[in-house]
């Protein structure tokens, strides 16, 4: 298995750009979940999606930032506009039970 | 409000000596924990878990001890490689919201020759 998926893996956009990011979980997995890294704040809890449906999206920093899964295969994060406070490390991850969440390597998100 | 705190930034063993991870937790009601181990530039990756009906969970290398009255847990590693240089990260759920983990920051792991 080619593990968790995202693309790309660094970004850098300029402030004002819109920016998506994008993840493939692995097969069979029902659960998804966006992280962002960050030095301040450490990982943080986006959003989380079961069977495709978001759960709890009160991690979701503003509206600027949306997620969607439109099939069980991939998912994306966007930002738009994009702001320099939003520069981290996004991760993606996949669970297919309680706890035992799957990442990817992360996509570096650099806005100036 | 960090509900989950490791409060050692880093830690030094020299190979082959016990390594010793320690994570407090203020929310009573989590009821399972996991500790995950991330290496630069890669996410993080599970290492063990532990429920709160348990206070001890063991694999191979690993053991995770829970103390629930003083809302606290350690990891143990026995015995230290030169591999386990990392960044160890402890994390806590909910039963009813059990995809929300809760991160602590952190606590970087060196170990020496």
């Known amino acids: 298995d080619a593990g968790v998926i995202q693309s790309p893996r660094h970004e850098v956009t300029e402030m004002g750009q819109e920016v998506t990011l994008r993840c493939k979980p692995i097969?069979?997995?029902?659960?998804l979940f966006w992280y962002r890294q960050t030095m301040m704040r450490g990982l943080e809890l986006l959003i989380y999606f079961n069977n495709n449906v978001p759960i709890d999206d009160s991690g979701m920093p503003e509206d600027r930032f949306s997620a969607k899964m439109p099939n069980a295969s991939f998912s994306t994060l966007k930002i738009q506009p994009s702001e320099p406070r939003d520069s981290a490390v996004y991760f993606c991850?996949?669970?297919?039970?309680?706890?035992?969440?799957?990442f990817g390597q992360g996509t570096r998100l650099t806005v100036v | 409000d960090q509900q989950v705190k490791q409060n050692s930034p880093s830690l030094s063993v020299q190979e082959g000596r016990i390594s010793i991870l320690n994570c407090d937790y203020t929310?009573?009601?989590?009821?399972?924990f996991l500790w995950y181990k991330k290496y630069p530039a890669e996410g993080p990756t599970f290492l063990i878990s532990i429920s709160s009906i348990k206070d001890k969970n063991e694999d191979g290398r690993f053991t995770v001890f829970l103390n629930k009255s003083a809302k606290h847990l350690s990891l143990h590693i026995v015995p230290s490689q030169p591999g386990d240089s990392a960044v160890y990260f402890c994390?806590?759920?909910?039963?009813?919201?059990?995809?929300?983990?809760?991160f602590g920051a952190g606590t970087q792991v060196v170990v020496t020759p």
């Open positions: 929310n009573s009601m989590f009821d399972y």
């Open positions: 991850a996949s669970s297919p039970d309680r706890g035992r969440a799957f």
């Open positions: 097969s069979g997995h029902n659960s």
């Open positions: 994390a806590a759920s909910l039963t009813d919201s059990w995809g929300k983990l809760q």
